[in-house]
Antibody
Framework: QLVDSGGGLVQPGGSPRLSCETSGFAFSGHWMTWVRQAPGRGLEWVASISEDGSLKYYVDSVKGRFTISRDNAKDSLFLQMNSLRVEDTAVYYC?????????WGQGTLVAVSS | DIVMTQTPLSSPVTLGQPASISCRSSQSLVHSDGNTHLSWLHQRPGQPPRLLIYKISDRAPGVPDRFSGSGAGTDFTLRISRVEAEDVGVYYCMQGKQFPLTFGGGTKVEIK
């Protein structure tokens, strides 16, 4: 089970931190990923992190602004979002895997607006 | 980047009848590990997506056998043998071969 949290209404330039609490599987043995979906739009991959956190990949539009991280001792995934833009408005999903996405969180909405 | 193109954009279907969705990638999805990392997801309105098929044709746990995937290289198809009411929503293909991971634009399936 994946439980996403940390979203809300944020001003442009804001810096929220998303969290994903996991349970029911061996978290430290899985790549983890964030996927987002803007209102009424399709799915967009945001970032992925390897099992031990040593490898991180980002979509170009968030490089240098977002940081994916994990705490294997607490079975948790994070997404630190900085310098938010209006176009970052979306539901953000925590997802297991990298080559396919087996389990999805319920999503947390980040709305960027002044 | 690998571009994923789905057709059709929308598919009105009759209950009990078959349906199919196509997905084409801009380059081969065969990975160096020998697998082809093409998956299909289904999203019902107001819900997160759910994995249906991975590695072209492997059904995820709990997915009914009326769903099947096929294809190779750059051309892939999702088939529903007999559409049920719960199958409405948007279907996405996704490539997991290389970063950036990319999705198709989605196909909306609705009942006629």
């Amino acid at each position: 089970q994946l439980v996403d949290s940390g979203g809300g209404l944020v001003q442009p330039g804001g810096s929220p931190r998303l969290s994903c609490e996991t349970s029911g599987f061996a978290f430290s043995g899985h790549w983890m990923t964030w996927v987002r979906q803007a209102p009424g739009r399709g799915l967009e991959w945001v970032a992925s992190i390897s099992e031990d956190g040593s490898l991180k990949y980002y979509v170009d539009s968030v490089k240098g602004r977002f940081t994916i991280s994990r705490d294997n001792a607490k079975d948790s995934l994070f997404l630190q979002m900085n310098s938010l833009r209006v176009e970052d408005t979306a539901v953000y999903y925590c997802v297991t895997g990298r080559q396919s996405f087996g389990v999805w969180g319920q999503g947390t909405l980040v709305a960027v607006s002044s | 980047d690998i571009v994923m193109t789905q057709t059709p954009l929308s598919s009105p279907v009759t209950l009990g009848q078959p349906a199919s969705i196509s997905c084409r990638s801009s380059q081969s999805l065969v990975h160096s590990d020998g697998n082809t990392h093409l998956s299909w997801l289904h999203q019902r309105p107001g819900q997160p997506p759910r994995l249906l098929i991975y590695k072209i044709s492997d059904r995820a746990p709990g997915v009914p056998d009326r769903f099947s995937g096929s294809g190779a290289g750059t051309d892939f198809t999702l088939r529903i043998s007999r559409v049920e009411a719960e199958d409405v929503g948007v279907y996405y293909c996704m490539q997991g071969k290389q970063f950036p991971l990319t999705f198709g634009g989605g196909t909306k399936v609705e009942i006629k």
